[in-house]
């Protein structure tokens, strides 16, 4: 157990799926877009700070993730993005756009549009996860 | 020498600076913002598509870039994002963010704003970098 605890502002806005290779991964409540949060266990607050254990693992964590977005969610076009303007904790967003979605081509972040998930469609969407991200993903009780 | 050709966009957006890490170094030309752009060589369009190598490249260049941003040029955050819905070939953002910049806290995609650097002003950055990044920095003539 570690005494880090998830900024106020992803843990409202988003669904905590569980972890991928350590890092917490959410899901954004936005069903018109595969949105997840890569979220390290640590205290600083850029990439290029994180000890080379944790790049790895970060590094390891998008890639997965990015995958299964393109292969399983069929999502065109990946993007991925820490940015942290807003919320000072290192996240780290990989999101699955499609052409036909609410604001592409511009970015997600700042573009309004959206509606919540149904507890059923999480419910799908982690099962999905575990089939496809294997072992590294551990689903939240 | 490789066949790979920068795209169009980018070509006419940026100043080639050169390469770090192998890939290529371009700067926006918004003299309001470090705003960077590294491209890796390679037809592939996902970051987890790439090589393990050009991968672990990449993340070098990035991890190398970020610091210099934050602690050279005093940036107070770092923005790194590969987007990629406008411009396919795939290129990673490395942006320096101030508190006080056009479009603070927004992200600088689509935010209009900015003015042209000077050539002075472009000569005095790759200095910089020269001296900050080392050899793994090459310069364009």
Chains 1, 2 share one sequence.
Request: net charge negative.
């Amino acid at each position: 157990m570690t005494d880090f605890t998830l900024d106020p502002r992803l843990a409202h806005d988003c669904f905590t799926l569980g972890t991928l290779c350590g890092l917490r991964l959410l899901l954004m409540n936005n069903n018109q877009i595969p949105w997840f949060i890569l979220v390290p266990e640590t205290s600083e607050t850029e990439l290029f700070a994180l000890s080379p254990s944790l790049q790895k693992a970060t590094g390891q964590a998008v890639c997965a993730l990015s995958r299964v977005t393109k292969e399983t969610l069929n999502a065109e076009k990946i993007n991925v993005a820490a940015i942290g303007n807003l919320v000072s904790q290192l996240h780290i967003h990989v999101v699955g756009r499609f052409t036909t979605d609410y604001c592409w081509p511009a970015p997600v972040w700042g573009a309004p549009g959206g509606t919540p998930y149904t507890k059923a469609e999480v419910q799908h969407l982690t099962t999905t996860l575990k089939t496809h991200l294997g072992d590294t993903f551990l689903a939240a009780d």
